[in-house]
């Protein structure tokens, strides 16, 4: 990672007009639009909502129960709809789930398919932003935490995380948080590893 | 008061007002971002005397459902006053004509900022809470609850900022205390973009010429510019200087 600074709403990025996620570009320059980080021509966001796109997968938690299907919550404004069609088990309310975003519609309609019930565990709420960090690159991170906690890890691109297995469930949700408020640092990996070292049994 | 009317002090002496402060020269501003842990996000500035909370929600589903838009974010703001922030009739607490004013304020100028149209069915909720009031509240208040907003992550075009300034014994001054606006000439609150320059929030009490006006103008956007760099501070220290609770985590 190459040395990036922080940036607030209304900072300027580039001299030029360039298509940025997370800014905007007026009077041909580029602007941030969020508290972020920025560096080689990407900004990712330090703190925000989940905004859901299609093909997204997430760990949603059953809401409702409807006579078509089921309301989904998925730590957006907005509730998704699992369709009964889309699935051959049945849920009841507060079943968590792993299920991937098949349609978006521009007033934000959610509509979930390819659902998968998720075995016993607990829920970690965190971010969407700090979810690419917790997954790391090519699942570093995760990879880590899975082989050194035991558990498995399902990471939403929400910011829902569903720990479940034998494992150090506790161990491993305590990394998970130190990983969210330092989220914004480099070298996140070989702390985590030392601390997960330190800290597990056995 | 027993119908007394109280005697105005002497507003400007020797090129120093009341508080020693020269006619440009701010009150100190202190500001810390995310101080509620419940809050999406949140912020808490000293002003002077004045000392206010403000926390923002959102954005979450807008209700009640008749309020909603399918084209952008609700806005909504509450400014609210505790029963202990100050004396008389400012200190009552409760909603009131004031407040409602204030609170209208704040949301129309944020509504030129935040990008809304990015959820549509939501609302984004901005709570101020002054604790201790010693005049200049609302652009206290803004100043606070950009910061906030900025904190929650929500998208905005600027981080906006808000200073008044009042004639005061026939001098134009930056920033007015309680008494310097409960017996100067004047009181003119103002916020700025200052990426654009844009004005979002324009008021003023009492009369004032046309060159006072232009003279006022520019004194505020001088300190604009200083609240605009305590603004990012105190956004950065959240990361850069993180809480010992934070750090705390990792043992």
Known sequence: MTHSRIVIPGELLSDRAEQIPYAFVEKGKTYSTVVGLFSEGKLVPLEGPYEPLEGDIVVGVISEVKFSGYSVEINSPYIAFLSSREIRERYSMGDAILARISMVDEVKNIELSDAKKLPQGRLVKSSSVKIPRIIGKKNSMISLLQSATGCEIYAGRNGYIWISGKGDQSLAERAIRIIEVQAHTQGLTDRIAAFLKSHSKG | ?251
């Open chain 2, 1 to 251: 008061m027993n119908g007394e009317v109280a005697k105005a002090p002497e507003l400007y002496k020797d090129g120093r007002r009341l508080d020693g402060r020269a006619l440009d020269e701010l009150r100190p501003i202190k500001i810390e971002a995310r101080v509620l842990n419940d809050a999406d996000g949140s912020a808490y500035i000293e002003w002077g005397k004045n000392k206010i909370l403000a926390g923002v929600y959102g954005p979450s589903e807008c209700i009640p459902r008749h309020d909603q838009s399918l084209y952008r974010s609700v806005i909504r703001c509450r400014y609210n006053m505790a029963p202990f922030s100050g004396l008389e009739e400012h200190g009552k607490g409760g909603p009131s004509r004031r407040s409602k004013e204030l609170s209208k304020v704040i949301k129309e100028a944020f509504e030129n900022v935040i990008i809304s149209e990015n959820f549509p069915k939501t609302q984004i909720e901005i709570f101020v809470e002054v604790l201790q009031s010693d005049g200049g509240t609302r652009c206290a208040a803004l100043t606070a609850a950009a910061v906030a907003l900025a904190d929650a992550g929500i998208p905005m075009k600027d981080l906006i900022c808000a200073v008044a300034v009042g004639k005061i014994a026939g001098h134009m001054a930056v920033d007015p205390s309680k008494e310097e606006d409960n017996f100067g000439e004047s009181d003119m609150p103002i916020a700025f973009s200052l990426r654009t320059g844009e004005i979002l929030l324009f008021q003023m009490d009492g009369l004032l010429t046309k060159e006072e006006l232009a003279k006022g103008f520019s004194l505020a956007r001088a300190a604009a510019e200083k609240i605009h760099k305590i603004q990012v501070d105190a956004i950065k220290k959240v990361y850069t200087e993180p809480k010992e609770e934070r750090l705390l985590l990792i043992k």
